[in-house]
């Protein structure tokens, strides 16, 4: 099974700063097959990334993704109000298709 | 319009049954897997179960392997969770989600509200 480390567990930071969040997995992952999602209270899941680095339909271009083999990463280049939340790494290039423990952006 | 709705959460006891359902729509719905993925109270998310678009492949997280199973119906656009033996630990939001193609190994692109599973006595 692979294992996803997320870090920061809770990012403090100001509407307007970069935010950048770690997703570490335990072994290499197939193809890059990493997706970040974003939730809000009392909401499922929303897909940002996926395949480590693509953006999914929608999502603003301040959210971008990078990393490959172990250690990827979620950047968000100026945060807005809306982004405050928490994130969420998956793997899915092999079962079990693990998440990592999620981080929370919020508001310093 | 794409739309996933769960059902069929609820209060159950220590030891017994529930089964969930997934009602999806708006999609080729044999041309794609899909997954159950549940949060406990204040916790992250855990993938738990997937199917195959065709529903011939199946696959579970260890913690609930021999417990729950997973089945489709793509005549009803319908996936179900069969949950037995179900612990304090199961409690949790089941949230399920779509992915982008026929096997899980795709990303998730649709989710829907969730259902509640409570296991308490």
């Known amino acids: 099974e692979i294992v996803l480390t997320q870090s920061p567990g809770t990012l403090s930071l100001s509407p307007g700063e970069r935010a950048t969040l770690s997703c570490r997995a335990s072994q290499s992952i197939n193809g890059n097959h990493l997706a970040w999602y974003q939730q809000k209270p009392g909401q499922p899941p929303r897909l940002l990334i996926y395949?480590?680095?693509r953006r999914a339909t929608g999502i603003p271009d301040r959210f971008s993704g990078s990393g490959s083999g172990t250690d990827f990463t979620l950047s968000i280049s100026r945060l807005d109000p809306d982004d405050f939340a928490v994130y969420h790494c998956?793997?899915?290039?092999?079962?079990?298709?693990?998440f990592g423990q999620g981080t929370k952006v919020e508001i310093k | 319009e794409v739309q996933v709705l769960e059902s069929g959460g609820g209060l159950v006891q220590p030891g017994g049954s529930l089964r969930l359902s997934c009602a999806a729509s708006g999609f080729s719905f044999y041309d794609y897997a899909i997954s159950w993925v549940r949060q406990a109270p204040g916790k992250g998310l855990e993938w738990v179960s997937a199917?195959?678009?065709?529903?011939?492949?199946?696959y579970s997280a260890d913690s609930v392997k021999g417990r729950f199973a997973i089945s489709r119906d793509n005549s009803r656009n319908t996936v179900d969770l069969q949950m037995n033996s179900l612990r304090a630990e199961d409690t949790a939001i089941y949230y399920c989600?779509?992915?982008?193609?026929?096997?899980?190994?795709?990303?998730?692109?649709?989710w829907g509200q969730g259902t509640l599973v409570t296991v308490s006595s």
């Open positions: 998956q793997q899915y290039g092999s079962s079990p298709f693990t």
């Open positions: 395949g480590a680095s």
């Open positions: 199917i195959s678009g065709t529903g011939f492949s199946s």
């Open positions: 989600a779509k992915h982008v193609g026929i096997y899980p190994s795709y990303h998730l692109d649709y």
